[in-house]
């Protein structure tokens, strides 16, 4: 049954379908039945995991294997401190990923609140208020103004009907509903206009309708099932963790094992040999790693909450740092979900109005010249009728807001809208022109109106004022002028000749093309004789005034945001539920889609196209109209199996399955539903699209403060696995004892990595393209620059060494004690020297490197920290340490400064790497 396209059917087919008596409804037995027959009206929780195993399963990942090692290794060496603070990383990472889990999975939760908790509904001859949950198919429900919708259900009545469903197929403003069969085949979900669907709601009218789908059978439920069965992506810095952690365990083991080998076979003590080798395994598995990301990606979050983005899952930072295309949800999105009226037509001039959204600030100009109301009598007349004629109020909210600086309140007015949109629009239109409602409403009694609906497509009110009575018409222009006998031209009522007639059309056709929702007004001055009981005695030689074009505007920084985008290789693609028409018109005035070459599809062209078909498309099209939340998700695979990183971003219902798909989820914080917030990984407190570019700025400054910092632990980590591994197989004495390894590891790593972690952003950041989804780590020379330094670092450690070792006169003893100092010294110096080299793409003379407090701070830490092992006589048994002279600092810092010297000098004579990118416009992605 669920199956049928119900939209097809007329009344009488559904209630012979659903072997239902229109008078009566089912009885109660037949209810009974068909709730066994079908279940309950309620949305599936799907397969629930146990939170126990949901906090287990946090701990399969293979880095976190490898932190397990490290701490079996740690507790035999008797480094506790080691193991404890592994321990507290990992408890902390298993406890972040179980909470952002855990909070994914309400999203469904969340979708089950918008089924509505009560329905009136007929049966056995009598009006029943029941659970929505007993709901059948059959079922003959009634509703008003202000119900939300329990079911899908086919409408068999209706009487000036609209619905508002927005959350569920994206349409900007209500739609009208009515009974009439429609009979096209794949009709997209917002045209068809004879069904209603459980969680939309009904804001203006009554109407009766037959339950057809319930619970998971539903257009709400099949978003339920969409949202279950949509595997979250994994982010790519989990990923390139993941790669990591492989390949430093396998290299850490090969090269350990190399020098513990080669030791031995030199002669070495094979007790004293094994506990170098561990000591360089722990050294060379930078086991603070996750903890760094932790705290860098916890710092970025923190000043993305500044920068009105909220972070729901750590990773996403980074994720949306490497964004190659933003879906864009239309409405509420790039537009700021309110109807405004942008443009008059009076007369055969147009006049422009200003102002952005309800607020009741703007001005009304023509030419560019300011529109005098006193001196229009047609402006006025159609300002009279566009209030009159209307149910909607503006209404004014103080909102008390506390400055930082000061203790004073200053009240902030907020307007909005009771009642339809377009009519909202129509109020606001007449507060910017100074004629405000309720002062025009005070000299202007309404005694009788004649509501809008889908047949008449117009609406009326009869006025009383101390002239007389005047009727105010307002509705769609072509069926207005049938209506109209005169015209208002020129300050003057004439006769409405069909030259004048065809203008008004033409008119109509421009605003119409540029997405303008166009409405009409006329009105006529009624006889005190005149009867005006029916619409039929009163909509007619009406007077026409003139057009009011309305759209939701777009927001007056998205198109700045999305220059933005594309200047830092990012396209920006619409989706929406909406017209085509108006979504391409926004689309062009965003930029969004090239007045040349840019393509759009509808959902009826998307449904006839296969994944093979929709792949060779989704690089040149920009703009998705009229499409499905099932639409939506094949865009974004769609565009992922084209390898881009996917950021998509909505606020209703219908987004939700895409936004979980997609490699970051983004939600609207004001005006998103419950649904999308918690099915997205960043939700904008602002509703900006703007703030999208802050946190991809954000992202971006935040992988490549990661890349920074295994930059310098793993060069360093090179640096100590080289002097060891050369030593040994040249047959010399070990350059740096064990204690002294997980020294280095502990101390000279962890606090300048740390501080990396919140390195500023490079200036050119924002002009770089993104980063390929399939980028290694070690992309863009990293990997080059990691071995080359760590080689460095290493052969001059070496170095100094042997210096020393061959110059000291005693004993034996002393003379390499003295050796494995400065051997541990020139190692430290020669790390804390390369950290601030790691702040560039380039090299240490690139960047100021003081710029960085906590870089700075950190680097002196590990210094005092380093004198304290050499010169406090208490812990230089425990650290195999002397206190080194003048002669020997010289030494130290010679051969500590030159790996960074030498590569510095090399980076100067060099041109900076180039970003690998991706050039849109192609069938596939062209990789530069």
């Known amino acids: 049954m669920s199956q049928k396209k119900w939209y097809q059917m007329t009344p009488e087919e559904i209630m012979v379908a659903q072997n239902l008596e229109s008078s009566k409804g089912l009885t109660s037995t037949e209810a009974m039945q068909r709730l066994e027959q079908y279940g309950g009206n309620e949305l599936s929780d799907g397969t629930k995991i146990s939170p126990i195993l949901l906090f287990l399963g946090q701990f399969k990942d293979f880095m976190v294997l490898v932190l397990v090692g490290a701490t079996l290794i740690s507790g035999l060496l008797g480094e506790y401190l080691d193991a404890i603070t592994i321990v507290a990383i990992i408890i902390m990472n298993g406890i972040l990923g179980f909470v952002q889990e855990y909070r994914a999975e309400r999203s469904l939760r969340a979708l089950k609140e918008l089924s509505a908790p009560n329905a009136n509904v007929f049966r056995d001859g009598v009006v029943l208020q029941i659970p929505a949950g007993e709901l059948v198919p059959g079922d003959m429900v009634l509703l008003e103004s202000g119900d939300r919708i329990p079911a899908d259900l086919r409408f068999i009545e209706t009487n000036s009907l609209y619905a508002e469903e927005s959350a569920l197929t994206g349409e900007s403003v209500p739609v009208n509903k009515h009974t009439q069969v429609l009979m096209g085949e794949d009709i997209p979900l917002g045209d068809q206009r004879n069904l209603g669907f459980m969680g939309t709601m009904v804001t203006r009218g009554t109407a009766k309708g037959i339950i057809v789908r319930t619970g998971m059978d539903t257009e709400m439920g099949k978003i339920a099932d969409l949202i279950q069965n949509t595997e979250t992506m994994q982010t790519p810095l989990q990923h390139r963790l993941e790669q990591l952690g492989k390949i430093l365990i396998v290299v850490a083991l090969v090269l350990t094992l190399m020098v513990v080998a080669a030791g031995i076979l030199h002669g070495q003590e094979p007790y004293g040999m094994f506990l170098a080798g561990v000591s360089l395994a722990v050294a060379a598995i930078p086991e603070g790693l996750p903890a760094i990301v932790t705290i860098a990606l916890a710092m970025g979050v923190q000043r993305m909450i500044q920068r009105k983005a909220i972070v729901r899952k750590l990773p996403s930072v980074e994720t949306l ?38 607020d009741p600030q703007g001005e009304l100009t023509l030419h560019g010249n300011p529109v005098e109301l006193a001196n229009n009598q047609m402006l006025r007349r159609l300002l009279q009728v566009s209030v009159l004629c209307n149910n909607a109020k503006l209404v004014e909210e103080k909102e008390e807001i506390k400055h930082r600086k000061q203790a004073l309140d200053e009240p902030l007015s907020m307007w909005s809208i009771k009642g339809d949109p377009t009519e909202g629009a129509l109020v606001v239109l007449g507060a910017k022109a100074g004629m405000a409602q309720p002062a025009t409403e005070a000299l202007y009694q309404r005694v009788a109106e004649f509501p809008f609906d889908s047949e008449r497509k117009r609406m009326s009110v009869i006025v009383e004022h101390q002239g007389g009575r005047m009727a105010c018409t307002k509705g769609a222009t072509d069926v207005l002028l049938h209506q109209c006998s005169y015209v ?7 006769p409405f000749t ?16 540029n997405a303008l929702r166009v409405l009409g007004f006329a009105y006529r001055d009624l006889k005190p004789t005149e009867n005006a009981t029916h619409e039929i005695d009163v909509e007619n030689g009406l007077i026409f005034i003139g057009l009011a074009g309305m759209i939701d505007p777009p927001r007056k920084e998205v198109r700045e945001a999305i220059s933005k985008c594309r200047k830092a290789g990012i396209k920006t693609v619409m989706i929406t539920g909406d017209h085509q028409a108006t979504a391409e018109a926004i689309a062009k005035q965003l930029g969004i889609m090239p007045a040349a070459n840019g393509l759009a599809l509808n959902g009826q062209q998307l449904t006839l196209l296969s994944d093979d078909e929709l792949d060779a498309r989704v690089q040149d099209t920009c703009v998705y109209a009229r499409v499905s939340p099932e639409h939506k998700l094949r865009i974004v695979k769609s565009l992922q199996r084209q390898g881009h990183i996917v950021a998509m971003t909505g606020d209703g219902v219908n987004d939700a399955p895409a936004i979980k798909a997609a490699d970051i989820g983004i939600a609207m914080g004001i005006s998103g539903t419950d649904v999308s917030k918690e099915a ?29 910092f295994i930059r310098y632990l793993l060069a360093s980590n090179v640096g100590e696995i080289l002097v060891m591994f050369l030593a040994m197989m040249a047959g010399l004495p070990l350059p740096l004892v064990p204690i002294q390894i997980l020294w280095v590891n502990l101390v000279t790593d962890g606090l300048p990595a740390m501080a990396l972690g919140v ?40 170095a100094a060494f042997l210096i020393v070792l061959h110059q000291e006169l005693g004993t034996e003893a002393a003379t390499l004690v003295k050796a494995q100092t400065v051997a541990f010294a020139t190692l430290v110096m020669a790390q804390l020297i390369h950290v601030f080299d790691c702040r560039s793409s380039r090299s240490i003379f690139h960047r100021n490197p ?10 002196l830490s590990s210094l005092l920290l380093m004198l304290a092992v050499l010169y406090i006589e208490r812990l230089q048994p425990i650290f195999k340490t002397v206190a080194l002279n003048g002669q020997d600092w010289i030494i130290v810092l010679i051969f500590a400064g030159i790996p960074t010297f030498l590569m510095g000098m090399g980076s100067l004579l060099s041109k900076p790497p180039k970003r690998k990118s991706i050039r849109y416009g192609t069938t596939k992605p062209v990789i530069r």
């Open 321 to 358: 740092g490497c964004a190659s295309v933003i879906c864009s949800d239309k409405t509420g999105t790039l537009t700021q979900n309110k109807m405004t009226v942008t443009h008059l037509w009076l007369g055969g001039d147009i006049i422009e109005v200003a102002g952005d959204g309800y």
């Open 488 to 494: 208002l031209w020129d300050q003057m009522v004439i």
């Open 498 to 513: 069909t030259t004048l007639r065809q203008k008004v059309l033409a008119a109509n056709e421009g605003m119409a093309k």
């Open 680 to 708: 997205a990984a960043l939700v904008l407190s602002d509703d900006n699209f703007a703030s999208i570019v802050s946190a991809i700025e954000e992202g971006r400054s935040i992988y490549e403060n990661i890349r920074k």
């Open 759 to 798: 390195d500023q952003a490079e200036n050119d950041l924002m002009q770089q393209r993104p980063r390929g989804a399939r980028e290694n780590i070690f992309a863009r020379r990293l990997g080059w620059k990691i071995i080359s330094r760590g080689i460095l670092i290493g052969v001059c450690t070496l």
């Open 850 to 859: 003081l710029q960085n407090r906590y870089l700075v701070l950190a680097v």
